[in-house]
């Protein structure tokens, strides 16, 4: 048992700890970075997490989820920090970002797949910069000495053909939305989505006026107001379903969402496979269990086959 708990909540964080006689556990909440998804609640084993929907006065636009953890019931594991989208959760022991769950590979990572390929890049060229709606990527420009290159308006042509290009992708915040790869016009962006889903808004369901999800959702473009039906509709190349908008959703039958596949490093695990039958669904659970299983009766096949060969 822990010698002290403490939980401070103030505008900016959330923040609870564990102090015991050698270990300090600390799980810190950056309310700048959480967007009130519903991806940590659903995923705590321990049902420590709740979301809370606020309330708006007439006239003003709807607030993201307020997220709250149960001191009593959080034991630090960490699986809030690995599954949230955006980074926003870390939890640390005696000050290192350590997540038992993974260090005991009960759990497994989520996969940010982002591939850059700067040859292709034009000097010039800011559109992935940007285009991305957390301010997550950040391009340098690097002379032949070495030096960053501020301003290439002072630069001759012939200076400016030994610059080389850096696109830097802060990836533990990156939800994998893919605005920048379809911004970028020259191709050097590739992204593959952690989460896949379905989702759809039924206009003739949802209350005149009403645009809740739209004001919540971290993602711009992923929904947006029509002119023809003033509806907010989905665009759903750049939804990268986290669930905020169905958070916040006066009308239950207005907006469906499902989590389908989330991409993961390898993991065999009780933990993984509850989480992700809450996240997704039992029949995706199954799934994957069907796939881990023919895996592994693949590579003892593999395994018997170069025995034998020997």
């Not at 822990?2 to 909540?9: A, E, G, Q, S, V």
């Amino acid at each position: 048992m822990p010698l002290k708990t403490i939980k401070t909540d103030t505008a900016e964080a959330l923040t609870l700890e564990w102090v015991l006689h050698v270990k300090n556990y600390k799980l810190d909440l950056d309310k700048n970075l959480c967007v009130g998804c519903q991806i940590c609640a659903l995923a705590c084993p321990k049902e420590a997490i709740k979301i809370e929907k606020q309330q708006k006065k007439e006239g003003e636009k709807a607030k993201k989820a307020k997220v709250d953890v149960d001191l009593a019931k959080c034991n630090f594991c960490g699986i809030c920090d690995v599954l949230c989208p955006f980074g926003a959760i870390k939890v640390t022991v005696n000050g290192e970002h350590l997540l038992s769950v993974v260090e005991k590979e009960s759990f497994p990572q989520l996969v940010r797949d982002i591939q850059i390929d700067t040859s292709k890049c034009p000097i010039e060229c800011v559109e992935c910069e940007e285009a991305c709606p957390l301010d997550l990527i950040k391009i340098t420009r690097v002379s032949a000495d070495g030096k960053v290159v501020e301003n290439l308006e002072e630069l001759t042509e012939e200076q400016k053909e030994g610059i080389q290009i850096k696109i830097d992708v802060e990836k533990e915040r990156c939800p994998c939305c893919r605005i920048c790869e379809f911004k970028c016009s020259e191709g050097v962006i590739h992204v593959r989505k952690f989460f896949h889903g379905k989702i759809a808004i039924h206009p003739e369901k949802c209350p005149e006026g009403c645009m809740d999800c739209l004001d919540v959702c971290p993602i711009t473009g992923a929904l947006y107001l029509s002119p023809e039906d003033n509806k907010v509709h989905v665009n759903e190349v750049y939804c990268m379903y986290c669930g905020a908008c169905k958070v916040v959703c006066p009308e239950e039958e207005a907006l469906e969402l499902k989590r389908t596949k989330i991409i993961h490093t390898p993991v065999r695990s009780g933990a993984w496979n509850k989480a992700l039958e809450r996240l997704a669904s039992t029949l995706e659970m199954s799934k994957e269990l069907k796939a881990a299983g023919s895996r592994k009766l693949m590579d003892s096949v593999k395994k018997r086959l170069g025995w034998r060969e020997k």
